[in-house]
């Protein structure tokens, strides 16, 4: 139990596009979902947390109108990054979780930028 | 006082041997504290977590140890395979704010054949 998929798990694209990558828990309700970035050899970094039907909070020095998140179900969140720039290539991690159990992470999305 | 101090960074381990992984906090609203395992190119993967009111807890060949007077807990590997090699995160966080996670640096654990 308790899966949360990523997709898409790879996606390269040119500078000044817009990219969406999905959350989805599988066989759990979220109440909450969290966005993660996490650079090469580096602990994972949280971006933004989001609760199902509210605003997500975004964590001191995230971008809020780069990285837009939307939760808009209990079993979906969404994170685009707007006008993507080569810095913002990164590995990008949701992770999920209802009120009983701990997180579960997705695989990842290996985001790059060229 | 949110930061979790995770040691060593890396770890080369013979295989059958014991890999010992370390973790301290200063935020005494901390209430739980997991460990997760990451391969290359993967999401963490919840391995096994502990609450304060215990000071041990075993699943397997793993086991946390927690000091609470300390703030110190530690993840044991016993018997520790080629197969356990990853990198490992210490995280804690607190029952408030959505239980947002701190994570350690990691360590990268090696066990060799």
């Known amino acids: 139990g308790a899966v949360v998929s990523q997709h898409p798990s790879r996606v390269i694209c040119k500078s000044g596009t817009s990219v969406k990558i999905e959350c989805r828990s599988l066989d759990f309700q979220a109440t909450t979902m969290f966005w993660y970035r996490q650079f090469p050899k580096k602990s994972l970094m949280l971006m933004a947390t989001s609760n199902e039907g509210s605003k997500a909070t975004y964590e001191q020095g995230v971008e809020k109108d780069k990285f837009l998140i939307n939760h808009a179900s209990l079993t979906l969140s969404t994170l685009t990054v707007t006008s993507a720039h080569p810095e913002d290539s990164s590995f990008y991690i949701c992770s999920a979780r209802d009120d009983s159990q701990p997180q579960h992470f997705g695989d990842g999305t290996r985001l790059s930028i060229l | 006082q949110q930061q979790v101090k995770q040691s060593p960074q890396s770890l080369i381990v013979q295989k059958g041997g014991i890999s010992i992984i370390n973790c301290a906090y200063e935020n005494t609203a901390f209430d739980y504290f997991p460990w997760y395992q990451q391969f290359p190119g993967k999401g963490p993967a919840l391995l096994i977590a502990i609450r304060p009111d215990v000071s041990e807890k075993k699943e397997g060949r793993f086991t946390i140890s927690f000091n609470k007077s300390a703030k110190q807990f530690s993840l044991h590997i016993m018997d520790s395979q080629p197969g356990d090699s990853a990198t490992y995160f210490c995280?804690?966080?607190?029952?408030?704010?959505?239980?947002?996670?701190?994570f350690g640096t990691g360590t990268r654990l090696l066990v060799s054949p």
């Open positions: 995280a804690a966080s607190a029952e408030i704010g959505f239980q947002k996670l701190v």
